[in-house]
């Protein structure tokens, strides 16, 4: 188990007031059986309440009002969270894809958000060829997906600027590069098309270690949020991938909201009445603790 803390800082700056803002905050990192949130608090400025629910997917979100004029508008979200490292039984993993599409299709109406086309990872014929060549059918779940996960990160250039929020699964298919939000889209509209139902996760990670080797290198994901994959495996059991630095999910990941892809899951989403947005800027800094002796 791992224990961090984390300081998730966003902020606007207005060219001129605004006469007041509204926004819904997902920052809120879950508590599930291999994740537990120990402290969480946010600071608005200007200061403003916060109210509290919990959507669709089950994540937690916040919303604020800020009804007065102002120029800037700062949320320092800040968390103490425990990871585990997932456990994942050997005979789920070996389950061959034809297998494993069987029980799927068995329990469809209990995952149909997750197999299912959205605007930014639409499925279909677009991702055959990918299908036929890392998802033969009698090929065991678990290898089968470790190795298109490796494919996505060996093949697939990390390089900002190329897409944005709006970038569908497709584009990036063509392009080939991209960030870890538009490598988990393609993965999921990989997966979806071939009915395996997966997950879009926004979260936090840890990229370097306290004491790294030199064949430790940092991994990439912390100037901001980080994005990854769940695939749901028989026996209900979500298992991250994380094709952005190629590795099977572990407790250097922190989950903070889940779904259909990152339409569902952005840290923040608003409006604001005024003056353009002149600057953005968004910093987040996961510092593990020390464990105790």
């Not at 946010?42 to 009804?67: C, I, K, M, R, W």
């Not at 789920?92 to 599409?101: H, M, T, Y």
């Not at 393609?186 to 996760?201: D, E, K, N, Q, T």
């Amino acid at each position: 188990m791992k224990r961090y803390i984390v300081e998730h800082l966003t902020s606007y700056q207005y060219k001129g007031p605004v006469s007041d803002s509204f926004g819904h905050l997902r920052v809120y990192p879950r508590t599930d059986s291999l994740q537990k949130l120990i402290s969480h608090s946010v600071d608005l400025q200007p200061t403003t309440d916060l109210h509290q629910y919990e959507d669709y997917f089950g994540n937690q979100v916040s919303f604020f009002s800020v009804p007065n004029r102002h120029s800037t508008l700062d949320v320092l979200a800040k968390s103490e969270v425990s990871v585990t490292s997932p456990s994942i039984p050997n005979e789920v993993l070996e389950v061959s894809i034809a297998e494993a599409r069987q029980i799927y299709h068995s329990r469809q109406y209990e995952h149909y958000d997750f197999l299912g086309s959205t605007q930014l990872v639409p499925t279909g014929n677009h991702f055959q060829n990918y299908i036929k060549k890392h998802l033969p059918e009698k090929a065991s779940l678990g290898e089968a997906l470790i190795q298109f996960n490796q494919f996505i990160h060996t093949q697939f250039q990390y390089q900002s600027g190329k897409t944005d929020v709006s970038t569908t699964a497709v584009k990036v298919a063509r392009l080939k590069k991209g960030v870890c939000q538009d490598f988990s889209h393609f993965m999921l509209g990989v997966l979806r098309s071939a009915r395996i139902p997966a997950r879009y996760v926004s979260g936090y990670i840890e990229t370097s270690l306290p004491d790294p080797r030199p064949d430790q290198p940092d991994l990439i994901g912390s100037a901001a949020t980080h994005a990854w994959v769940e695939v749901l495996l028989p026996g209900q059991h979500w298992w991250g991938l994380d094709p952005t630095n190629n590795l099977v999910v572990a407790d250097r990941h922190i989950v903070i909201a889940t779904g259909r892809d990152y339409n569902d899951v952005p840290p923040l989403r608003g409006t604001y009445r005024g003056a353009k947005l002149e600057s953005l800027e968004v910093k987040v800094q996961v510092r593990r603790q020390k464990e105790s002796s």
